[in-house]
């Protein structure tokens, strides 16, 4: 008896189920071909690989809301960096990003009235200034201990209406 949902995830089945017919990347290893690791947020509407003019295998992508360098962000770019070929590191936030578009604050306040449940033992890590956050957030990859010192490390904004990439000067 199998405790997967498999009504639930019908779609995504037979999604996986068309994409096998035409699964071309078996040769592909676990290194990026192009050096690259790319922090980002995980909102759909980013292609990280295609806005970057890649394809599969050569990048390493981080998501998580936000785009924020946590310490999960680091201990995963120390695996990347000497094990997985990285060599430079985009931290890559985006315009219309939910996580600046609320306090701290506001949204506990918000799941706690809409669902009914408590969440200050979570730090969301909400953006008040997005430009100062991937500053910082720039400023802590290059400062980590146990990263390579000749690790290159950028940040630039995508814009989810045009589509470009901003480089910042951070």
Same mark, same amino acid.
């Given at each position: ?8 995830? &019908?779609?995504? !089945? ?6 096998? =017919?035409?699964?071309?990347?078996? @040769? !592909?290893?676990? /290194? +990026?071909?192009?050096?690259? &690791? ?6 759909? *509407?980013? %292609? ?9 295998? @050569? &990048? ?7 785009? *924020? ?5 680091? *201990? ?6 000497? !094990?997985?070929? #990285? ?12 996580? +600046?578009?609320?306090? =701290? =604050?506001?949204?506990? @306040? /918000?799941? /706690?009235?809409?669902?009914?449940? =408590?969440?200050?033992?979570? %730090?969301? /890590?909400? #953006? ?5 956050? !991937?500053?910082y957030d720039v400023r802590r990859i290059r400062a980590y201990p146990l990263l390579p010192r000749d690790l290159v490390v950028a940040g630039a904004v995508y814009d989810v209406r045009s589509g470009a990439l901003v480089p910042q000067d951070v």
């Open positions: 008896m199998s405790d997967f949902p498999a009504d639930t995830f &019908a779609d995504v !089945l037979a999604g996986n189920a068309s994409y096998v =017919e035409s699964f071309s990347a078996s @040769d !592909l290893g676990g /290194r +990026a071909l192009q050096g690259l &690791a790319i922090v980002t947020c995980m909102d759909s *509407r980013i %292609e990280p690989l295609a806005l970057v003019g890649m394809k599969k295998g @050569d &990048a390493k992508i981080l998501r998580n809301a936000g785009a *924020r360098v946590t310490d999960d962000v680091l *201990r995963t770019l120390v695996l990347a960096a000497y !094990l997985l070929g #990285v060599e430079r590191v985009l931290v890559m936030p985006h315009t219309d990003c939910k996580m +600046a578009s609320a306090t =701290e =604050e506001q949204i506990h @306040d /918000r799941i /706690r009235a809409d669902y009914g449940v =408590e969440t200050s033992s979570v %730090e969301f /890590r909400t #953006v008040e200034d997005q430009t100062a956050a !991937l500053a």
